[in-house]
């Protein structure tokens, strides 16, 4: 099976920085997904990591280390529309399980 | 390019009636899914199918059903609707690329409430 861990929630303040920590235990690996869900809305695709190491995508980043079943998503100079859940998903051999999300709220 | 489609976007069941949530994807997709959204409890995997003709349990399969007929659909079916079964649902698709595969993409979910 897969087990996912990231914090409830967290609160970072406009132009900041952000980590978010996800740590899984899992019967296979075939990648690690990051995605953003607005309320209300379906998630969105914002990262993807199958090799150890950082991905960097504009103010997104994400990092992987898979001997130690650990990923964060790094978010840089938050904005007020950044306030959002942000999901981590592990793919097993075929089955993509989601952690519970992280609530972001972005203060001024 | 519609991406896929899921309909309907609300629905209000009776408990016990039947009803079938359609999920259509327009991007060859082989992986497609299906998974119910609860407060506190994050996105769930009900149902997945790997290709036409193959489908598997997910989490929670009690009480849904699940045929792939073709690549493109893959209807999700309540077969007694139960109080506990009011949740938001996404469907969800995604393709083999290389060594792994691409990104999910979700249909706009259908919210259900079952009275």
């Known amino acids: 099976g897969q087990n996912i861990d990231q914090p409830t929630e967290m609160t970072a303040t406009e132009g900041a920085i952000v980590q978010i920590n996800c740590t899984y235990q899992?019967?296979?690996?075939?990648?690690l997904f990051w995605y953003q869900q607005h309320a209300g809305e379906a998630p969105t695709f914002l990262s993807y990591?199958?090799?150890?190491g950082l991905e960097e995508k504009g103010r997104f980043s994400s990092f992987l280390s898979r001997s130690k079943g650990y990923s964060y998503l790094l978010l840089k100079e938050l904005q007020m529309k950044d306030s959002a859940s942000y999901l981590c998903a592990v793919r097993g051999y075929q089955k993509v399980t989601f952690g519970t999300g992280t609530k972001l709220q972005v203060i001024p | 390019n519609a991406g896929v489609t899921q309909t309907p976007k609300f629905q209000v069941l009776k408990t016990g009636q039947s009803m079938t949530l359609q999920c259509a994807q327009d991007?060859?997709?082989?992986?497609m899914s299906w998974y119910r959204q609860d407060p506190g409890m994050g996105l769930r995997l009900i149902h997945y199918?790997?290709?036409?003709?193959?489908?598997d349990q997910g989490e929670v399969p009690n009480g849904y059903n699940v045929s792939r007929s073709t690549t493109e659909d893959f209807p999700l079916r309540l077969l007694s609707a139960a109080p506990s079964q009011t949740s938001v649902y996404f469907c969800a698709s995604s393709s083999p690329i290389g060594g792994g595969y691409t990104e999910a993409f979700f249909g706009q979910g259908t919210r259900l409430t079952v009275v």
């Open positions: 990591n199958v090799l150890d």
């Open positions: 991007m060859n997709h082989e992986y």
């Open positions: 899992t019967s296979g690996f075939n990648g």
């Open positions: 199918s790997v290709g036409a003709g193959i489908t």
